[in-house]
């Protein structure tokens, strides 16, 4: 293993594993704070298992924490390394782009709250503990960490010269597994926090109303609620009925200058902006139930954890032979193995049968299934001018609820 090899080097090293998944990540960060060593550290880094940081990370981060007791954590920029792989993993590419550039830059920027990544960060332990610790009561444990530690009145530093490889999710259903993760946990602590935001003694009146109105209600509930019910509600029942006008720039000129300032984050993908705002449309329909199942705390889903599927490079590299070492031969006494050689030593695997709402998305197909129709309304009768929008984003839903978003497909092999 690679830390043994460290080990055998010298390096103080240590390589540790739980036996169980309780409290998902929160839980094995908080077994992780428990070990002996962990009282010789200031500062704990953090990365998922597909983040990849230079060697040069910690030698660029720590000196903001040693020479500035009130901050809590440096949090890095994520560079993905499989951006260009499929239309999905573009459209990721341009939202993430705009939450690290103008968001958490600029919440940075004028030392205001800015929500922790789950990853590619360093946090001073001496502010978890100050906070709480890690707290596994909703599925963003990063998000409640820094909440807490914000109204304790640490600080925290956002450096977007330090970028690290990371990896986005390149099928749908994984996407929006994640996706329900980061609607639903958001809005869900939420919940369990505005009374004790709104009565922190510690921070002041403007931080309470900046984190508990801009960065709760306006980013995590009421942006998904308006762009759903305005684009995908809104304007299509609205040529159903003459007496409703929506002015055109409140359609067409508003929209299109939001949008394009948020996708100048990303000038590689700039001319996708209109299939990304589609996408995005239909998202909101997802993120949306997850907002509003954590806000209510109802359903199974809540703090359900699904590890988003990462694909890496299993169907783009192949097994190769190389002669005699291609093939490891192993003596085996048969006589000492208590099985029937007519038996498979590993189990045939019975593929599940996929029900129909498994593998499509029922909730995108009507909800696209109606928008069209409300297109050939105005097309036919209406006379409003809204169709071409309509039938894009019908169609967008409909493509979405058939599963397919110019995915990768998964490794056959």
């Known amino acids: 293993m690679e830390c043994h090899r460290w080990m055998s080097k010298g390096v103080n090293i240590k390589y540790e594993v739980r036996g169980n998944r309780k409290g998902y990540k929160a839980g094995a960060l908080k077994e992780g704070l428990k070990h002996d060593y962990i009282k010789d550290c200031q500062y704990i880094a953090m990365f998922d298992a597909d983040f990849q940081p230079e060697s040069d990370f910690l030698l660029r981060t720590i000196p903001f924490l040693v020479h500035n007791p009130e901050i809590a954590l440096v949090q890095a920029r994520w560079k993905f390394v499989n951006s260009d792989e499929c239309l999905l993993t573009r459209f990721q590419e341009m939202s993430l782009d705009y939450h690290f550039k103008y968001e958490q830059e600029a919440g940075s920027a004028v030392y205001s709250f800015f929500g922790f990544n789950g990853t590619a960060g360093v946090w001073r332990i001496s502010a978890i503990n100050d906070a709480g610790g890690w707290k596994d009561r909703t599925t963003v444990e990063d998000m409640d960490l820094a909440v807490r530690a914000m109204l304790r009145g640490w600080k925290f530093v956002y450096v977007g010269d330090i970028k690290v490889k990371s990896e986005l999710p390149s099928t749908f259903k994984a996407y929006r597994f994640q996706q329900h993760r980061w609607s639903c946990g958001p809005a869900n602590l939420f919940k369990k926090m505005m009374v004790e935001i709104l009565e922190n003694k510690k921070v002041s009146l403007w931080s309470k109303i900046h984190l508990w109105y801009d ?22 029942v609205s040529v159903l009925f003459p007496e409703i006008q929506i002015p055109l720039w409140g359609v067409v000129y508003v929209p299109t200058v939001i ?20 996408f995005e449309n ?34 783009k590299t192949k097994p190769t032979i190389n002669g005699s070492d291609s093939i490891k031969v192993i003596d085996v006494n048969l006589t000492e193995l208590d099985v029937k050689l007519t038996e498979p030593l ?26 069209i129709l409300c297109g050939c309304y105005d097309v036919f009768y209406a006379k409003k001018g809204y169709y071409i929008f309509l039938f894009l984003q019908g169609t967008a839903f409909l493509v979405a609820g058939f599963g397919y978003v110019g995915t990768r497909p998964p490794s056959t092999a």
């Open 346 to 371: 590993i189990p045939k695997i019975v593929k599940r049968q996929t029900r129909f709402w498994e593998r499509y998305h029922c909730s995108e197909l009507f909800v696209g299934m109606c928008i």
């Open 282 to 315: 239909v998202m909101s329909l997802h993120r949306i139930k997850a907002a509003v199942s954590g806000l209510l705390d109802a359903g199974g889903r809540v703090n359900e954890w699904v590890v988003t599927e990462k694909l890496g490079d299993a169907n």
């Open 215 to 236: 960065f709760f209600f306006v980013g995590k509930v009421a942006a998904h609620t308006v762009t759903f019910i305005y684009y995908c509600f809104a304007i299509p």
């Open 259 to 278: 949008t394009l300032l948020k996708a100048l984050g990303t000038p590689s993908s700039f001319h996708l902006v209109i299939l990304w705002v589609l």
